[in-house]
């Protein structure tokens, strides 16, 4: 597999999927097309990074203080950043918007912050560099790396099972339960490095020599066997450990990622899903805890009640609807990318030591 195309199809992998992020954040409400977009949105974002990271190996000649230093300048600083950034508008709505924040907000999401929950999809960021570091300490040994991920997948079920039966009403157990969430959904992101790290080989060495017809019909199975296993699993939520049927959910996560893949493999170039793909970061950290998504349904709903008389409005809770206002979201997504690109680095990258 030629390195250049391998980086242009993984962007336009991640292009794709941080669309379905914000597809799925519009409205979340269980229905077949959120169904869908959550059975594989966050694993394939792991299984990307193992893939990734299997093909560099730069960080493999690095010392463990090294890498987790890199990784903690990588992920955890712009956790921070945008946590406090996102804390500043709760803040703000809280004393000029009243109605829409609750007094509580103000001190649970403190917490939150601090056990590396964060905020809305900020828990990725935190989740994505306890699964880097954990894969980064299993590497060496091939069988100990794939052992300890089927413990992590098990200690993964076994969180789900246990925080269903904990009541959530009390202060204490709810903090409990949310951090006990964090080490899930950072153990459930390592299994899916692992698989990432195996799913390299697969299209560098099987996949790229199949013709177009055969990688035609493997997309229609994959896409069919993730179909099928959510239909059957239910609404699955990695965030908050979420998964009605275990097996079921890393079978149609993994075939949907596979899926997303193998098309992207076979389209070439796609230069737009591939900006947003290289700074797919940027659009995780602003789309939701900072109200661009929340402008972009105001947007809608405004431009629907000044156009009602001349077309057939098209609910926001709809498909149509979501789609359009995830559109639009990924359209003003682009002035927080150049901004930020452009004037505002040190929101996402720590700032190099002068010598």
């Known amino acids: 597999m ?8 993984i962007d336009i992998a991640k292009g794709i999927a941080i669309f379905l992020v914000v597809l799925g954040h519009v ?3 269980e229905d077949t097309c959120n169904r ?8 394939v974002f792991f299984i990307i990074t193992g893939m990734l990271m299997e093909h560099s190996n730069g ?17 955890l600083y712009p956790y921070v950043v945008f946590c406090i950034l996102a804390y500043a508008y709760i803040v703000y709505v809280y004393f000029f918007e009243p109605g829409r924040v609750a007094y509580k907000r103000l001190y649970t999401t403190v917490f939150d912050i601090l056990i590396l929950e964060g905020t809305s999809a900020l828990w990725f960021l935190p989740a994505m560099f306890y699964a880097k570091i954990i894969h980064i300490i299993t590497y060496r040994s091939r069988i100990f ?9 098990a200690v993964t079920y076994i969180i789900s099972v246990y925080i269903k ?9 709810a903090y409990k339960v949310k951090a006990i969430i964090v080490a899930g959904h950072s153990l459930c992101g390592f299994t899916f490095l692992v698989i990432g790290r195996y799913l390299y080989y697969f299209f560098e060495k099987v996949y790229a020599e199949l013709n177009y017809i055969i990688k035609f019909m493997a997309i229609i199975v994959l896409i069919f066997a993730n179909m099928m296993m959510q239909q059957k699993c239910g609404m699955v939520d990695v965030h908050m450990c979420v998964f009605p049927d275990f097996i079921r959910f890393y079978i149609g996560a993994v075939t949907g990622s596979m899926a997303l893949l193998s098309a992207c493999n076979m389209i070439g170039r796609l230069r737009i899903a591939e900006y947003y793909g290289r700074d797919s970061l940027i659009v995780m950290a602003t789309h939701k805890p900072l109200p661009v998504l929340y402008y972009s349904i105001k947007l809608f709903n405004y431009t629907q009640n000044q156009l009602k008389d ?5 609910e926001y809770r709809s498909v149509t609807g979501r789609i359009i206002i995830a559109i639009i979201t990924m359209l003003l997504e682009i002035l927080c990318i150049e901004m930020i690109n452009r004037w505002l680095t040190l929101l996402i990258r720590y700032p190099k030591r002068k010598k």
Do not use: C
């Open 59 to 75: 960080w493999k000649k690095k010392k463990l203080t090294e890498n987790i230093l890199i990784e903690a300048k990588r992920l």
């Open 36 to 43: 869908w977009i959550y059975s594989f949105h966050v694993p």
């Open 145 to 153: 790396n794939i052992i300890m991920a089927v413990m992590a997948a």
């Open 165 to 173: 039966t904990v009541d959530t009403s009390q202060i204490i157990s």
């Open 310 to 314: 001349y077309i057939i409005g098209i």
């Open 2 to 9: 030629n390195k250049k195309r391998e980086l242009h199809y």
């Open 27 to 29: 409205y979340m409400i």
